[in-house]
């Protein structure tokens, strides 16, 4: 099992940045794929970006735009999502998850953090 634990959320005016991190227990981290979601109130859940296992990535191009990089680092157990630019649109729980497979839909992944608070006033 994986348990995820996701930080760096906040207040932040428009345009500004924020770098999540979510920080995975157990030491099979590294052959896991992971993946950032949203959701905002009222809406459903939104795939953001994921990363594979050796770094592939991908994105909701249509949300993010090239604002926002995933990354992570295996010695660290802990992923990372850097959103720069940032529109109160973007206001959502951000939530990390992981899976043995790569994907953009929630049902591929099996594990969820809590998710952290990201408001962004205009």
């Known amino acids: 099992q994986v348990q995820l634990v996701e930080s760096g959320g906040g207040l932040v005016q428009a345009g500004g940045s924020l770098r999540l991190s979510c920080a995975a227990s157990g030491r099979t981290f590294s052959s896991y794929a992971m993946g950032w979601f949203r959701q905002a109130p009222g809406k459903e859940r939104e795939f953001v970006a994921a990363?594979?296992?050796?770094?592939?990535?991908?994105y909701n191009v249509d949300s993010v735009k090239g604002r926002f990089t995933i990354s992570r680092d295996n010695a660290k157990n802990t992923v990372y999502l850097q959103m720069n630019s940032l529109k109160p649109e973007d206001t959502a729980v951000y939530y990390c998850?992981?899976?043995?497979?790569?994907?953009?839909?929630?049902?591929?992944?099996?594990?969820w953090g809590q998710g952290t608070q990201v408001t962004v006033s205009s």
């Open positions: 998850a992981a899976s043995n497979r790569m994907g953009a839909g929630k049902r591929v992944y099996d594990y």
């Open positions: 990363i594979s296992e050796r770094g592939y990535t991908i």
